[in-house]
């Protein structure tokens, strides 16, 4: 559960009662895609939700394609007693299972994993839950683009134990042969099985059908939202401001703080090259490269974080929601409300410690859901980030998320799966860029270090944050094994982002030089034209024109030199510019 919204002594929400959700599909119709994500929003809303897939269960029991009877996936003429009978048995041992989640382990929802194209065999299904109180919904994957169900079986069903060690040509071929086989017995749900809900192409058109109750009606809603277009979701702090520790400051950058931000815009540029060839080594099919889209919050040290990726085309979009954890009673970004900051705000750990030791106590009992006086806890800030997930599940194009830690913490917590206790204490490193895939059985994650200047961390060594309520001191702590040790894990790539900002400023140069170029020609074409104003003139300038027509020549003749100092004054334009915004910024504190 990474952010339960809701919390019963039973552990089960809103009296919906046990729910199974059965999917329907051909294979390679992106059935596990779905299954998985859902179950990641529903722990998310704190509902006790597993996922139980057929196919995975057949590989634990059997092993690889090489111990699976060659009669097993056969439709097209009768498979022998064994293999029934061993077919029956996986079928029963799972379902088995999922009546203990529901009966032992006092699980909620299940989402049963498998093809389920018969009617008879969905019909047992429905018989025999429903007989012991629990609500059937089908959940029904169609799929008639050829090439999502290839791209799917390339990225997702070679990898499986039951294609280990074959050409990825001939897995493919042969998946296909399992497709088509399956598509002459498969029967689409209709209106008199039940309830179901139908989603075409993943998430292009979806259909309902006796879809009734709050927990239904909001997995309705998620599945509206979501894609299978492969993306990668980037996270990464904003840079150092000039007053780090006061929430209702909302400093500018400090001259650190503007280094960080166009490191990071080479950071990110030159991952996404890395990864793109790491894809090619693999041997995957390289379509055209995603946009890239930034989300900031509507903070100063945030958004302008992100003006680097501004100056070079790409679309940035502020989030006012997406501010950091509020120290303080209201979370409006009206300048006003800083006349009513919470009780620790500007505190550091020691000062908290000492002048509010009660408060502190509470805050170690329980770090994820304690409200500090008049201040917000992680758990009120994942309430408000529930727009954003669905908005990142919507969104198609590869996204950097420039933001504070705790927004970071709890976003990552609802993409890896982190429960609670130990979400405030996941580290966020400014300096380090979190790279987050997602895949068909959960998401890869990784993080990459760029940046070791002033405001990454203090004397200690000890990660600076931008104040109390961000700072990971005395929260918890995360699990060695929960594989989002993200500051610890980091791998360095301070040289590659190095180099790439060398390049950028290289080319920038380059860049203003034809610029210059190019208006050295125009005004040489305006010059050669000015003899003929001097003949219409003659005689009227005297000693005054022969003056000016020295000037000219001197100018002429130190062309280069004023095109030089040109340059230099346009170099230093934009960099005057951003004095003049931190300047104001200072004024306006």
Known sequence: MAAPLYVT??????????ILIVTVGLPARGKTHISRALERYLRWLGVKTRVYSLGDYRRKVLGGAKNVPSDYFQTKSPRSEATNALRRRIKTEIEDQIWDFFTVQGGQVVIYDANNGNVKARKECVEKFESKGVHVIFLESLCDQEAIITANIRSVKLSSPDYAGWDADRAVADYWCRIRDQEGVYDTVTADEGPFIKVMNVGERIEVNQIEGYLQTRCCFFLMNIHTRPRTIYFARSGQSLIEHSYKADSDLSPAGWEYAERLKAAVVARRKAAREERKARGEMLAEENPLLIWTSARRRAYHTAWPFVHSGFKVVQKPIMSEINPKGNSSCDPADA????????????????IYPDEWERFLADPYAHRAPRAESYHDLSVRLEPVIFELERCQDDLLIIGHASVIRCLLAYLVGLPPNEVPAVEIARGDLVEVTPASYGVVSRAFHFWSGEGRGDSSGQNLYENFAEATSGKGSVLPDSGVNFAADAMNMEREAQEEEGRDKQAKKEMVKRAMSLRGMGSEEGRRS???????????????????????????????????????????????????????????I
């Open 9 to 18: 002594q039973s552990g089960r929400l809103w009296h919906a009662g046990l």
């Open 339 to 354: 006349y009513f900051s919470g009780v620790w705000d500007g505190l550091s750990t020691q000062e908290a410690m000492e």
């Open 530 to 588: 000015a003899p003929q104003l001097d003949r219409l003139n003659d005689g009227r300038a005297g000693e005054s024109g022969g003056e000016q027509g020295q000037e000219g020549q001197g100018d002429r003749d130190t062309g280069t030199s004023s095109g030089e100092e040109v340059l230099s004054d346009l170099e230093g334009k934009e960099q005057g510019e951003m004095r003049d915004e931190r300047a104001m910024s200072i004024i306006q």
